[in-house]
């Protein structure tokens, strides 16, 4: 009833939040001055200055290409193709955004002269299947994924074997912090998978997954459990090259998770192994693999989370009717700007109407939460959010 | 008594070793004709061809840089300035280098027109204080670190307090398989320093140490033991900026891993606390930090090791008298081609006689093993078989 509740009262929120971050964004793009007290992001190399994000998310870039003809950011407002830069001296080249960008983590890289290089100012994350620059625009409510003085877990790097795909697969595990102290304490386990073009290492880098627990269990707003994140991007279109989602093919990556990895992190760590303490989440292609793999496993997981990646509808629920009676909790979320924007359904997810699914399932009496991030888009923000809303939520039944 | 053998066996070996490699080099270099049978390394980005190394070790290079009018990598033979690459249509530059490469891994980046961008091809490794692209030549013996179907360690992430630091700092910890199955079982550590302008990720990442645990324990040919690894360039020039060799001061680490880092581990793993279970080993400037801190914390660590990072003495051994009684193992090791040239030592460090070092501490009755890698330099293929050299022959005693 509590969730119930809460789905309805996010729904409401959702909606009334969705009419005013356009306006309030329109405005501060077109009237504000940019304010002159840029910082290096946080993301940066060790030592350097450059790319700098101001007070208003503005962001400024500084490039050394003494021979280039034309030097661009690929980060910048839409439709102008990022942010071009210009020659100041010394073979440095700069650039600031058009307008402030949306809070949180970004990912772009430089053309140079028409070639893709990444800014040697930056970490580099993997996402759009490459190794990518990154910046961060600090964000108002960053506070929950800060590193505190609070007891700190682990995230473990584990090879598994893959009979089905031949090899040892890696994956990271989380462990809450005190996970060492009793040998006899069971935990839940979440599996959360990444988005197209990612990997096994997007949740815990550019997600902060870790630390958004650490700090949650530190307040006592959820419940210690361990996070598993591996790799979903089995389908290959060759040899190590990651295919496309139109021929995305379930089977290999619902093998190795449900007949390798779930079975390897039951005996390897000590879990709850069973459906009430199993949850399965996932950001965009990880939340279409979500629904897909708990859809065809209904016994394996009673919590479910669809992060920027498509619903659940009253039909979706009705052709599962074991959905309905034993699954805790469906949670779906989305960023404000996709919901403003309405074109990141992924191809072959149900009509997109988060909303009136939400209400749907409501109405049906199955237990939904829907969460609506404010002010960002298909973007890392909005699914650090979405775990700080979803975490508290699993296995409270 | 064994290992006093082995030491003069090792040295021994090592000087005949040394005879070998540069003819060889020089012959192979200067007359073998190229075979067409390069391969993707095994360290390129998923998907992505070049670079390409073949069965000689010569390594390849090919880059889209369509506007550009000189395109270099930084990875090639002494004294060249690496490989020109050259224009091969349809924007893209190609290079082959002039010789073959040692085996192993090895940092390098692009020189395009003047700016330095890292290779779109490759992952990036953390070197010479920035991330690099990376390239492997397979080695002959690279079975040692291969991912094998045996039970394989975690490398864990924790994040520990430093209040002489200011903040939460970064440590992996290596546990060997089956730490987690006996919660009653403890481990001896070794606490194990990457090099200068590397950080905590090198020796899981670059060097393999997990793989290399992983294998020899499954051969019975080391006992199982904890690693720990984190950063060791504490003196910093600016916030963030790291500091050179030239104005390094030991105190900051120091205090990091003996007041904080120790006791945490101590704490939060189950771990032997006691020097006889307790070793430091480092490379180049992590075994320059090695004989610094043994030195001045006798009483803390039995076992010692310097890789490509110095030697002991017979009067630094005269100069620390608690050495001579306690210390179970004094390993010290190089890479061929580094004797060879002699002029790695680092800054600050005795005379560069590591072989006669080695004979003076054998002949005083010390218990010293003296490894020479053959025909690597100061690379990170020396440190992964010094580790293997080394680890069978910890906490023995």
Not at 47 to 65: E, L, T
Not at 116 to 125: C, E, H, I, R, S
Not at 264 to 271: P, Q
Request: charged share 20%; hydrophobic share 40%.
């Amino acid at each position: 009833m509590k969730t119930i509740l809460s789905a309805c009262l996010s729904a409401t929120a959702a909606l009334a939040v969705l009419s005013l971050p356009v306006a309030a964004a329109a405005q501060s793009r077109s009237t504000a001055a940019v304010i002159e007290d840029f910082q290096p992001s946080s993301l940066n190399q060790p030592g350097q200055d450059y790319p700098q994000v101001n007070s208003q998310g503005y962001v400024r870039f500084r490039v050394h290409a003494p021979g280039a003809e034309q030097v661009r950011a690929t980060l910048g407002l839409g439709g102008e193709g990022g942010t071009q830069l210009h020659k100041v001296g010394d073979g440095y080249w700069e650039g600031t955004s058009s307008g402030p960008l949306d809070e949180g983590f970004h990912y772009y890289h430089l053309d140079i002269d028409g070639a893709v290089f990444n800014d040697p100012g930056t970490l580099n994350f993997y996402g759009s299947t490459r190794w990518e620059s990154g910046i961060e625009v600090p964000a108002h409510d960053a506070d929950f994924y800060a590193v505190k003085d609070v007891p700190h877990g682990q995230v473990r790097q584990v090879l598994f074997p893959s009979p089905s795909t031949d090899q040892h697969r890696r994956a990271f595990v989380y462990t809450p912090p005190g996970y060492d102290r009793d040998p006899t304490a069971r935990y839940p386990v979440l599996y959360l998978q990444h988005g197209w073009g990612e990997d096994e290492t997007a949740w815990s880098v550019q997600g902060h997954a870790n630390l958004i627990m650490d700090n949650l269990i530190a307040e006592g707003d959820a419940l210690p459990f361990i996070i598993v994140m591996t790799y979903g991007m089995t389908n290959v279109v060759r040899p190590g090259a990651p295919g496309g989602l139109s021929s995305f093919d379930i089977a290999p990556f619902e093998t190795v998770l449900t007949r390798e990895l779930i079975p390897y992190i039951d005996s390897h760590f000590r879990t709850l192994p069973d459906a009430d303490h199993r949850a399965m989440a996932g950001l965009s292609m990880g939340g279409f693999e979500t629904k897909l793999i708990t859809t065809r496993n209904p016994d394996l997981f009673n919590y479910i989370g669809l992060l920027s990646g498509g619903t659940f509808s009253p039909d979706d629920i009705a052709a599962t009717p074991q959905f309905r009676d034993k699954v805790k909790l469906f949670f779906v979320s989305y960023g404000s700007r996709e919901l403003e924007r309405r074109n990141t359904a992924p191809p072959g997810m149900a009509a997109f109407d988060p909303v009136g699914n939400a209400e749907g399932l409501t109405a049906m009496g199955v237990n939904n939460v829907f969460y609506v991030s404010p002010d960002t888009a298909h973007e890392f923000l909005s699914w650090r959010r979405s775990l700080r809303e979803m975490a508290p939520l699993l296995f409270r039944d």
